[in-house]
């Protein structure tokens, strides 16, 4: 499952914003402020738990999720975290969170 942020604003183009990552409070709240971030938040989430809850009922064990932007720094690194998150608070549900992008630049 995979999910493109590139229709947030990239924090890339933001001076004081562009040396930092997603896992920076000020990256973190500039994606997640977005008009439309929180809309996407809440449907995915939702959408993530109906598929937790049918992978449940089928024993599957796991799913990969993946969140992708420009450089795979700022956008997709914010977003996966609050995904995260939000996913940890659901019953039987275990997240690990990997960034595969963060360190390449």
């Known amino acids: ?6 229709f947030l604003p990239n924090p890339y183009w933001v001076p004081e914003l562009s040396p930092l990552t997603g896992q920076d409070e000020a990256v973190r709240e500039f994606v997640l402020s977005q008009p439309d971030a929180p809309e996407f938040l809440e449907h995915y989430v939702a959408a ?3 598929v937790a809850d049918g992978y449940r009922r089928e024993n599957k064990r796991h799913a990969t999720i993946a969140m992708g932007c420009t450089g795979g720094k700022h956008r997709s690194v914010a977003m996966a975290e609050e995904v995260a998150r939000q996913l940890r608070s659901l019953p039987g549900v275990s997240v690990t969170v990997r960034h595969r992008d963060l360190g390449r630049e």
């Open 1 to 6: 499952m995979v999910a493109d942020l590139r």
């Open 48 to 50: 993530l738990a109906a």
